[in-house]
């Protein structure tokens, strides 16, 4: 399948949706919900049209706890080998350079709103050759891939099967023409093919913003490069996703219609609010100044009073409407308990509710957190398998360069599960579990207790026989030993003496 071709539209059709939805909901994320929502602005009144839209970002808070509890903590990396090993070493240089802590984050925030993640793996210079090689030497480069950008092509007949990665990147050389170009990078196993082409707008959106564009024709010639890897260098990590299809599911696109429904309901409060912050006023007859003719001169759209007759039985009031607002806050909190149970976050992870935690153990804590650790657990399946087969990738690169002076390695990623940690109940655990019927090992209630590596732990185990061996030289020297015990003298004079005293038989 050709994706790319003169006469082609971009984004591809099969792909217009996809994109569509990331854009979208990114707004979502940001805040700017009248920029989604108001498409359905012909079916409001006049009155609704008019209202002052009020909105609450719950799309930023549903992304925000996920990746918090994902990657809020840093994940441990393990090459399963010692520490001082040239597989551990390198493995730890990339989560470093690469600064895995922060993309992993990022990836997990974006892949929230959008359903996709993708990382891309070379071998390079962080400044493409911009800075010399000992300022900016080569080395092997991990980054995340905008999902807009990002375009697979599957399988035939499989279409949970990716066979190619096609990213291209929009731009317009000169803003004074209404021409573009496009620049395209397919990822297949062993190779990358480069291509570069001309496009014109076709299509806009209401912001002004192309949303299809048509291939005109080619610029340069199309060359590729053998990466001798054979898998592409692309990796593709969903939300969650299933069986048929690569699509990865985000979190936002399901809520869409409550968040609407809770922004409309926060919009006809504050509408209510505002008329009673300023009503009109109806006074008795003859209250007024009257004109000329005699009668009295109000205006009740603009001065918000008016005369009522029968001055004896009127007094001065002001008007104002029951607008049923208790009835109006029932149904927003509702609704908001609907959208948190289908987002899968408990009220106590927002402090909303019985989120007091006074007394509770961190074993209780957890449970009420239930929901969302299941959430995060199920990306944390999806970021484990993808994150090894960026690592995997990492090693064939070295190894395609001859930079590999080591055995290739699956390696080991430990995850937080972002819940503060109780530290009582913790040692209560090792305490129980290394006493008694022993269950678990020194080293490993270290590793536990402290989140340490296995060397690490070995090296605190020797420091703490160190240290008990010295605090038992100091209270037991070997010359206390060479000494005569004073008591051991005093009784063998009294044995002495008694024996003197014993009469003799006869």
């Known amino acids: ?32 919900h009248w920029d989604i929502f108001r498409r359905y602005n012909n079916s409001l009144t006049r009155e609704q049209k008019n209202m002052l839209y009020t909105s609450v970002n719950f799309p930023s808070l549903i992304a925000k706890k996920s990746s918090d509890f994902l990657f809020g903590e840093h994940a441990t990396f393990s090459a399963g080998k010692k520490d001082g090993s040239a597989e551990q070493e390198r493995l730890d240089e990339w989560v470093e350079q690469n600064e895995m802590s922060i993309l992993n984050y990022e990836s997990a925030l974006s892949n929230s709103y959008r359903g996709d993640a993708f990382f891309k793996i070379r071998y390079g210079q962080s400044e493409d050759g911009q800075l010399p090689k000992e300022f900016d030497p080569f080395r092997v ?89 054979q898998m592409p260098l692309v990796v593709h990590i969903p939300n969650y996703a299933t069986d048929d299809s690569w699509e990865g ?31 009109a006023i109806s006074v008795p007859a003859g209250s007024l100044q009257e004109d000329a003719d005699g009668n009295p001169t109000f205006r009740v759209g603009l001065d918000k009073v008016f005369e009522t007759m029968g001055k004896d039985d009127v007094k001065p009031e002001y008007i104002t409407w029951d607008g049923q607002l208790q009835n109006a806050f029932t149904e927003l909190d509702k609704l908001v308990q609907y959208l948190l149970v289908i987002a899968e976050i408990p009220e106590v992870a927002i402090g909303k509710g019985d989120a007091g935690t006074s007394g509770n153990s961190g074993l209780a804590i957890k449970w009420q957190m239930n929901s969302l650790l299941a959430k995060v657990n199920r990306k944390r399946q999806y970021y484990n398998k993808g994150l090894k087969r960026v690592f995997m990738i990492a090693q064939l690169l070295e190894k395609a360069v001859g930079k590999a002076n080591y055995e290739l390695f699956t390696p080991v990623i430990k995850f937080k599960d972002g819940l503060p940690k109780d530290e009582l109940e913790m040692s209560n655990i090792v305490a129980s579990r290394t006493g008694g019927a022993v269950t678990m090992s020194q080293k490993s209630a270290l590793m536990y207790l402290d989140d340490l590596t296995e060397e690490q732990a070995e090296a605190e185990l020797e420091r703490i026989e160190e240290e008990q061996e ?34 003799k038989e006869e």
């Open 1 to 32: 399948m050709k994706y790319f071709e003169v006469g082609e539209f971009f984004p591809p059709v099969e792909h217009e949706e996809r994109i569509i939805r990331y854009k979208e909901n990114k707004k979502l994320f940001k805040g700017n």
């Open 141 to 229: 480069i991990i980054e995340q891939q905008n999902a807009e950008y990002v375009f697979p092509e599957t399988a035939i007949g499989d279409a949970n099967k990716i066979v190619a990665y096609h990213i291209a990147v929009p731009y317009q050389p000169d803003t004074s023409k209404e021409i573009w170009t496009l620049d395209v990078e397919s990822h297949y196993a062993g190779r990358i093919d480069y291509a570069s082409f001309e496009m014109r707008p076709l299509n806009y959106n209401a912001d002004g913003e192309v949303t299809t564009f048509k291939i005109s024709g080619t610029i340069g010639e199309a060359y590729s490069v053998n990466t001798g890897v």
């Open 249 to 279: 599911i985000d979190d936002i696109t399901e809520l869409r219609p409550i968040m609407d429904e809770i922004n409309n309901r926060l919009s006809q409060i504050a509408s209510i609010l505002d008329k009673h912050s300023d009503p």
């Open 470 to 503: 010295a605090s038992q030289a100091q209270f037991a020297s070997p010359s206390i030993f060479n000494e005569e015990d004073p008591l051991e003298e005093d009784t063998a004079d009294e044995e002495a003496t008694d024996t003197e005293e014993q009469p």
